[in-house]
């Protein structure tokens, strides 16, 4: 990634977590990242695709994030990993609420390109907790389910004011109860 273009991202990341990406303009970007409106367009052909490209650099890092705490701790129990992954999600959601929160509900709002963003950001979510979940619950199916609803509950908690990790606890026993279920079709 060329140096304007991570310029431009961390500077719609800053705008985005101000004011969210509605009230975001491309002058708005170009004057915080210190690049021309030329250059901007070198790089993303309009404000949307920049959006984009930062919704999937974010979950990049996320997936990254979440996926290193499954590692870091490989050989422990169930409880343990799933305790790791929610606690990093979350942390990483916390620290830039506006962000988050525009993923979630402005995101899907850009139309099919953004609908497609989504659903493949909840998709690779998902194949991470079906690569570092053994099981048969661990489908992709229950995945997508898990995440999506987990998403949500950061969401809300974002919106509502509330700190996202009060709902770890909770969380923690749905994913286990949903993953540890044996039930016959």
């Known amino acids: 990634m060329t140096d304007n273009r991570m ?5 719609l990341a800053a705008e985005v977590e101000e004011s969210g990406y509605s009230a975001t303009t491309v002058a708005d970007i170009v004057r915080r990242a210190r690049v021309s409106r030329r250059t901007f367009y070198e790089s993303f052909p309009d404000r949307d695709s920049c959006y984009l490209a930062l ?4 979950n990049t890092t996320m997936v990254d ?3 290193a705490a499954f590692d870091a701790v490989a050989d ?7 305790e790791r992954a929610l606690r990093t999600f979350v942390t990483v959601a916390a620290a ?5 929160l525009s ?7 850009l139309g099919a390109a953004g609908m497609r963003q989504r659903r493949e950001m909840l998709t690779r ?3 991470l907790v079906t690569s570092h979940i053994d099981g048969e619950s661990a489908t992709p199916i229950a995945a997508m389910f898990l995440v999506s609803g987990f998403n949500e509950v950061i969401a809300s908690a974002i919106e509502d004011g509330t700190d996202p990790a009060a709902a ?5 026993r749905l994913v286990l109860a949903s993953l540890d279920a044996d039930v016959d079709d």
């Open 76 to 82: 422990a129990p169930l409880d343990d990993r799933v």
């Open 55 to 58: 919704a999937d650099h974010i």
């Open 96 to 100: 830039a609420p506006g962000i988050t």
């Open 7 to 11: 310029r431009i991202l961390e500077a």
């Open 125 to 127: 979510f998902a194949d």
């Open 65 to 67: 994030a979440v996926g």
């Open 168 to 172: 770890l606890p909770a969380l923690r």
């Open 103 to 109: 993923l979630h509900r402005e995101l899907p709002a």
